[in-house]
């Protein structure tokens, strides 16, 4: 086991660069660390990384221990899993992450209902809107909105996911409302620069169109344009997960209704080659069957969704 604690120890000071931020990861002590580096340099008989004031780097024989060592702590990660796998009932702990806005709008509350139904499981959630990797960041699970380009993950479709554009029932008394996207271009536009400033509008026959994008206000919050929507400011671009229970309610209305963005999909994302255990399937689990299927926050919307 101090073999295998000296590979653990190595692999976070070869990727993280740095053997403090290893120590405060780990939870050891500095001269903890380098003890253990020593002892797997003298048990290989190699010089696996080089350390100056400013820097560390990894020696070629660094990089092939790396490799290697990556490999086989996956392996013994598969091997404790599954041997600690409890069949009957999901336990131990899950690191996840996802989009600022879905977990602060839908995510977050949901998973009070997660925690009741599943007590030996405890969840640990990272808000961020980057595709960060889940390897180096040692999560287990990101729940992810768009195409997949990381042929190194495993996905599991939750639901389709739909961007509308939006506005305010009083800007739409004000200004009226295009009946062409070719229209848009007379209208206050809001920039959400995580959807871009170029709208990619899909027609109901496949059609479609390209809106640049160049209003007074731009930022990279779907929850700020909806507000400002809202509001009364100028007609946005968001997912439905937003802005649907507001079109429902009548404090938005759909602009051009048979137009979308282009069809995507939220996924369940997780590191391909490990053991996935009871624990982590419990919440892709939970997250297909809370949101799956047909989304309840695209009830009561009206005009061209996605099933």
């Known amino acids: 086991m101090d073999r295998l604690q ?3 120890v ?3 000071v070869a990727r993280l660069g740095s053997f403090s931020a290893a120590a ?9 660390v380098s003890r253990n580096i020593a002892a797997l340099e003298g048990d290989l008989g190699a ?7 400013r820097s560390v780097s990894r020696t070629p024989a660094g990089d092939r221990c790396l490799r290697h060592a990556e490999a086989l702590l996956d392996e013994h990660t598969v091997l404790v899993e599954a041997v600690r796998q409890d069949v009957d009932e999901a336990r131990g702990h899950v690191r996840m992450t996802a989009g600022v806005s879905f977990i602060d709008e839908h995510l977050g509350r949901a998973m009070a209902g997660f925690l009741v139904d599943q007590p030996a499981v405890s969840v640990e959630i990272l808000l961020t809107d980057e595709h960060i990797d889940l390897v180096r960041q040692g999560l287990d699970l990101a729940v992810r909105i768009g195409k997949l380009p990381d042929s190194s993950m495993r996905a599991r479709r939750i639901c389709p996911t739909l961007n509308v554009l939006c506005c305010s ?3 739409a008394d004000a200004h009226g409302l295009p009946t062409a996207p070719g229209g848009l271009s007379a209208h206050a536009l809001l920039v959400d620069t995580n959807v871009a400033r170029q709208w990619k509008l899909v027609g109901p026959d496949g ?7 160049a209003g007074r206000f731009a930022v990279n919050s779907p929850r700020i344009t909806r507000d400002c929507c809202v509001d009364g400011l100028g007609i946005g671009m968001m997912p439905t997960f937003m802005c649907g229970p507001d079109i429902a309610s009548g404090r938005l209305v759909r602009v051009l209704p048979d137009w ?3 069809e995507m999909s939220m996924y369940a994302v997780f590191p391909s080659g490990r053991h996935v255990g009871a624990a982590v399937r419990s919440v892709i689990d939970f997250l297909v069957a809370r949101f799956g299927g047909s989304p309840e926050w695209d009830a009561g919307v009206p005009g061209r969704l996605l099933t």
Do not use: C, I, K, N
């Open 6 to 8: 000296a590979l653990q």
């Open 10 to 12: 190595f692999v976070r």
């Open 24 to 32: 405060r990861e780990l939870g050891m002590s500095a001269a903890a």
């Open 47 to 53: 010089q696996l990384l080089r350390r100056t004031t």
């Open 169 to 171: 029932p009083g800007y």
């Open 207 to 213: 059609e479609s169109h390209d809106q640049d994008v």
């Open 260 to 262: 979308t963005g282009p």
